[in-house]
């Protein structure tokens, strides 16, 4: 496995884009966070635990973990009309199952906890990016979490693995094409709790792909963390006591 | 002026009271920790609220500041729902009359109740609303807390109905800071600003003063200090404020 | 976060705090808050800003695609505002359809700068009565603490001062990996502004917090923009159940020269 190849930006096969990470972007929030790899930013608000109307939809053992992902209409070059669309209807489902384990959801009976997921800029990797932002954003909502869950986009161009693809990577055409493989776990625990691909990769090579992606979670971990803490110890940390 | 909110929180349980003002010569460790980060190491610890322990290490279950304080390690809130307790006292607004009571919004997943026999003279069903109408403010006590719902009292000094004034929020779990160690903080807003205040521990404030210039500097005054998340020597620190401000 | 109404108590309070002029942030009445624009929300986008008006945040994008003009103006490029109350700005914003706030808000920057004429609308033509440029102007807000209109009208205007056409391909299509170049064509000197009136009790006060907002009793939104290099005013709207008087509506008009002279200025600055 070639890890010496350069990428057309540059980077290790083994590399993600730079990070960006912020905590309290959104002071309505009881909980918010942008979080960026390169050209791809997602923001992510939480509000609750708070009341669940209609009562109907109540879970009397447990918190309901509602997630929304959505691009905005600009984030991608093709206009996305606003509205309800199916791709990020199951990307909203496969994010909700990506944050509950960490959450104790049996702490606040027939309430909601609103996840709230928007992508400013899309260049591939946009449901890690909000899995990340989310992440944060419930820590700082002060959520009961066992740890906080991290998330990165492994691929293959041909027979290469790479960690987090761009657009171009992702629309990589030659040989065995493009793979993307979304991954999320628990920064912690040797468990993941997103697994999403799709493309062309040999059975094989799927343990090398998830293992690349733990390794490059635990950097990402170290990158919320530090946003995390300076939202508490920087003199203007954003929140408001709105 | 009277120290109505000491006396309305006299029964409360469980509230710690900020002693970063501390002058404690064995002042506990303090750090900002993130859920799953690891704490300490050592066998001799015992994880308390908002900690767990995980073989060797104590590790965080909360995003908040960790309180190393001898053998226990916690992770004290700095942001997160309101934990309504009974002996809590918050600020609510009526939000329904029903046959039995009336419901209050208290800023919680669940709404408070108050017993229509908690009114301080025999009301009769068709007169409720002039006791207490649908959008009034109330500062009441929690009595119980149940599964089923929150039962509040307006028993007690300093609790009842909210007359002129205004209400505010911030974060519930800043509340203490804002209270201050037996009351320490509140006192000296309420004597530099001339205003009656009190603290609900659902976060939501009640000001009023006689002057408009009062109640908006108490109000800052109490915005500034729930800003104020890791600073030590905050009265201190307050007392300048009022200088300056 | 409290979804709780504001309390008829604070109403109250706030009434008789503008009657003295005062407000809780030290604001004069008419003061607007801290201004900031920012640009490049998006590389996707052919134009976006972002405005901070205190801590009220709003981005908006603006994107070009081909569409039919309309029957009645076969020669001109046609505009269309949309805007989505993201859940994400306020406890209040709920998942669904729009409430009545968010549906006013795009038909509102619509209008402020669909009747100052900024777009230069018949440049948009590409082929007369088959094929135009449609602008599409999207709003949405990231953090409501009031007055999202006069901030959305600002993000808007000031995205479209930067917007791009797209480079066309040979077939006719757009390339977009193709950086735009050429400027979206504006008519020069025409920089609509919104200017919201809030009143509670008889006070009349300009910029809001959320709080304030709630506490309002009414609005009024204009639209302005100069025309022959004089100060017009291309739209207006009421909302809410209190009335204005005449009175009201003078002293609104005798403070616009100096809102908008002041809000032009800001604006420039930061383009």
Same mark, same amino acid.
């Given at each position: #496995?070639?890890?010496?190849?350069?990428?057309?930006?540059?980077?290790?096969?083994?590399?993600?884009?730079?990070?960006?990470?912020?905590?309290?972007?959104?002071?309505?929030?009881?909980?918010?966070?942008?979080?960026?790899?390169?050209?791809?930013?997602?923001?992510?608000?939480?509000?609750?635990?708070?009341?669940?109307?209609?009562?109907?939809?109540?879970?009397?053992?447990?918190?309901?973990?509602?997630?929304?992902?959505?691009?905005?209409?600009?984030?991608?070059?093709?206009?996305?009309?606003?509205?309800?669309?199916?791709?990020?209807?199951?990307?909203?489902?496969?994010?909700?199952?990506?944050?509950?384990?960490?959450?104790?959801?049996?702490?606040?009976?027939?309430?909601?906890?609103?996840?709230?997921?928007?992508?400013?800029?899309?260049?591939?990797?946009?449901?890690?990016?909000?899995?990340?932002?989310?992440? #944060?954003?419930?820590?700082?909502?002060?959520?009961?979490?066992?740890?906080?869950?991290?998330?990165?986009?492994?691929?293959?161009?041909?027979?290469?693995?790479?960690?987090?693809?761009?657009?171009?990577?992702?629309?990589?055409?030659?040989?065995?094409?493009?793979?993307?493989?979304?991954?999320?776990?628990?920064?912690?625990?040797?468990?993941?709790?997103?697994?999403?691909?799709?493309?062309?990769?040999?059975?094989?090579?799927?343990?090398?792909?998830?293992?690349?992606?733990?390794?490059?979670?635990?950097?990402?971990?170290?990158?919320?963390?530090?946003?995390?803490?300076?939202?508490?110890?920087?003199?203007?940390?954003?929140?408001?006591?709105? | 002026?009277?120290?109505? $909110?000491?006396?309305?929180?006299?029964?409360?349980?469980?509230?710690?009271?900020?002693?970063?003002?501390?002058?404690?010569?064995?002042?506990?460790? !303090?750090?900002?920790?993130?859920?799953?980060?690891?704490?300490?190491?050592?066998?001799?610890?015992?994880?308390?609220? %908002?900690?767990?322990?995980?073989?060797?290490?104590?590790?965080?279950?909360?995003?908040?500041?960790?309180? &190393?304080?001898? !053998?226990?390690?916690?992770?004290?809130?700095?942001?997160?729902?309101?934990?309504?307790?009974?002996?809590?006292?918050? $600020?609510?607004?009526?939000?329904?009359?029903?046959?039995?009571?009336?419901?209050?919004?208290?800023?919680?997943?669940?709404?408070?109740?108050?017993?229509?026999?908690?009114?301080?003279?025999?009301?009769?069903?068709?007169?409720?609303?002039?006791?207490?109408? &649908? %959008?009034?403010?109330?500062?009441?006590? &929690?009595?119980?807390?149940?599964?089923?719902?929150?039962?509040?009292?307006?028993?007690?000094?300093?609790? %009842?109905?909210?007359? /002129?004034?205004?209400?505010?929020?911030?974060?519930? /779990?800043?509340?203490? !800071?804002?209270?201050?160690?037996?009351?320490?903080?509140?006192?000296?807003?309420?004597?530099?600003?001339?205003?009656?205040?009190?603290?609900?521990?659902?976060?939501?404030?009640?000001?009023?003063?006689?002057?408009?210039?009062?109640?908006?500097?108490?109000?800052?005054?109490?915005?500034?200090?729930?800003?104020?998340?890791?600073?030590?020597?905050?009265?201190?620190?307050?007392?300048?404020?009022?200088?300056?401000? | 976060?409290?979804?709780?109404?504001?309390?008829?108590? =604070?109403?109250?309070?706030?009434?008789?705090?503008?009657?003295?002029?005062?407000?809780?942030?030290?604001?004069?009445?008419?003061?607007?808050?801290?201004?900031?624009?920012?640009?490049?929300?998006?590389?996707?986008?052919?134009?976006?800003?972002?405005?901070?008006?205190?801590? =009220?945040?709003?981005?908006?994008?603006?994107?070009?695609?081909?569409?039919?003009?309309?029957?009645?103006?076969?020669?001109?490029?046609?505009?269309?505002?949309?805007?989505?109350?993201?859940?994400?700005?306020?406890?209040?914003?709920?998942?669904?359809?729009?409430?009545?706030?968010?549906?006013?808000?795009?038909?509102?920057?619509?209008?402020?700068?669909?009747?100052?004429?900024?777009?230069?609308?018949?440049?948009?033509?590409?082929?007369?009565?088959?094929?135009?440029?449609?602008?599409?102007?999207?709003?949405?807000?990231?953090?409501?603490?009031?007055?999202?209109?006069?901030?959305?009208?600002?993000?808007?205007?000031?995205?479209?001062?930067?917007?791009?056409?797209?480079?066309?391909?040979?077939?006719?299509?757009?390339?977009?990996?193709?950086?735009?170049?050429?400027?979206?064509?504006?008519?020069?000197?025409?920089?609509?502004?919104?200017?919201?009136?809030?009143?509670?009790?008889?006070?009349?006060?300009?910029?809001? =917090?959320?709080?304030?907002?709630?506490?309002?009793?009414?609005?009024?939104?204009?639209?302005?923009? =100069?025309?022959?290099?004089?100060?017009?005013?291309?739209?207006?709207?009421?909302?809410?159940?209190?009335?204005?008087?005449?009175?009201?509506?003078?002293?609104?008009?005798?403070?616009?020269?100096?809102?908008?002279?002041?809000?032009?200025?800001?604006?420039?600055?930061?383009?």
């Amino acid at each position: #496995m070639a890890k010496e190849i350069k990428r057309s930006d540059g980077r290790k096969a083994d590399e993600f884009r730079p990070i960006t990470a912020k905590v309290g972007v959104i002071p309505n929030a009881d909980g918010s966070a942008m979080f960026a790899f390169g050209k791809t930013v997602a923001i992510a608000a939480v509000y609750g635990p708070r009341l669940l109307h209609p009562q109907h939809m109540q879970d009397p053992q447990k918190a309901i973990l509602r997630c929304n992902y959505d691009l905005l209409s600009f984030s991608v070059a093709d206009r996305k009309r606003p509205g309800p669309n199916r791709r990020a209807q199951e990307i909203s489902k496969v994010t909700e199952w990506a944050l509950s384990p960490v959450i104790d959801l049996k702490e606040f009976p027939s309430t909601v906890i609103d996840v709230q997921i928007y992508i400013l800029q899309a260049d591939a990797g946009t449901r890690t990016a909000g899995i990340n932002a989310a992440s #944060m954003a419930l820590a700082q909502a002060g959520i009961p979490m066992s740890d906080l869950v991290c998330s990165v986009a492994v691929g293959k161009n041909d027979k290469t693995l790479l960690v987090d693809l761009t657009k171009e990577e992702e629309d990589y055409e030659e040989g065995e094409g493009a793979t993307d493989f979304a991954v999320a776990k628990p920064a912690n625990s040797e468990a993941f709790s997103l697994l999403q691909m799709d493309g062309k990769i040999s059975p094989s090579l799927i343990p090398e792909a998830t293992a690349l992606a733990s390794e490059a979670c635990k950097k990402i971990y170290e990158a919320q963390k530090a946003a995390l803490k300076e939202s508490v110890t920087s003199k203007n940390s954003g929140e408001k006591t709105k | 002026m009277k120290n109505e $909110i000491n006396e309305a929180h006299e029964a409360i349980e469980g509230i710690s009271t900020d002693d970063s003002n501390s002058v404690n010569s064995e002042s506990p460790e !303090r750090r900002p920790i993130v859920p799953g980060e690891i704490i300490v190491s050592g066998e001799d610890y015992l994880p308390g609220d %908002g900690a767990r322990r995980e073989g060797e290490d104590i590790i965080a279950n909360r995003f908040g500041i960790a309180e &190393i304080s001898g !053998r226990v390690i916690k992770v004290i809130q700095i942001s997160g729902a309101f934990i309504p307790r009974k002996g809590n006292v918050v $600020i609510g607004r009526v939000s329904d009359i029903t046959f039995s009571g009336w419901l209050a919004d208290i800023d919680y997943a669940q709404n408070g109740f108050l017993p229509i026999d908690d009114s301080p003279r025999f009301i009769n069903r068709n007169e409720m609303d002039q006791f207490l109408a &649908i %959008g009034d403010v109330v500062a009441a006590k &929690i009595w119980s807390v149940k599964s089923k719902g929150i039962d509040l009292t307006l028993k007690g000094r300093g609790l %009842g109905k909210l007359e /002129s004034g205004f209400i505010f929020r911030i974060i519930p /779990s800043r509340v203490p !800071r804002v209270i201050g160690r037996e009351g320490s903080m509140i006192t000296l807003v309420k004597e530099k600003t001339n205003c009656q205040i009190t603290v609900g521990q659902n976060g939501w404030i009640w000001i009023r003063g006689e002057k408009t210039d009062d109640q908006i500097r108490a109000r800052k005054a109490i915005e500034h200090i729930a800003d104020q998340v890791m600073v030590s020597g905050l009265t201190e620190k307050m007392e300048e404020w009022f200088e300056n401000n | 976060m409290s979804s709780m109404e504001v309390s008829n108590l =604070t109403r109250e309070t706030l009434k008789k705090m503008f009657s003295e002029g005062k407000r809780f942030d030290s604001r004069e009445l008419n003061d607007f808050r801290d201004l900031t624009i920012e640009f490049d929300v998006s590389n996707k986008a052919e134009g976006s800003a972002r405005v901070r008006l205190g801590q =009220t945040e709003v981005v908006v994008g603006i994107k070009l695609g081909f569409g039919e003009p309309y029957p009645d103006s076969p020669d001109k490029g046609n505009l269309m505002v949309s805007g989505d109350f993201l859940p994400l700005a306020s406890p209040r914003f709920e998942q669904g359809p729009p409430k009545y706030d968010a549906i006013e808000l795009p038909r509102l920057v619509d209008r402020a700068i669909r009747e100052s004429g900024m777009i230069d609308l018949p440049k948009l033509c590409i082929t007369e009565g088959e094929k135009v440029w449609t602008v599409f102007i999207d709003v949405y807000p990231i953090n409501d603490d009031g007055n999202l209109i006069d901030a959305a009208c600002l993000a808007a205007v000031a995205a479209l001062s930067k917007a791009k056409i797209p480079v066309l391909g040979s077939d006719g299509k757009i390339d977009f990996d193709k950086p735009a170049k050429d400027p979206l064509p504006l008519s020069e000197g025409i920089v609509p502004i919104s200017l919201s009136f809030f009143k509670l009790g008889d006070s009349i006060f300009l910029d809001p =917090t959320r709080e304030e907002q709630e506490a309002s009793e009414a609005r009024i939104t204009f639209g302005f923009s =100069t025309w022959n290099g004089q100060l017009m005013s291309n739209s207006c709207q009421k909302y809410g159940d209190a009335v204005f008087t005449q009175e009201d509506v003078e002293k609104m008009m005798s403070l616009v020269p100096k809102k908008i002279e002041e809000l032009d200025k800001k604006l420039k600055a930061n383009l």
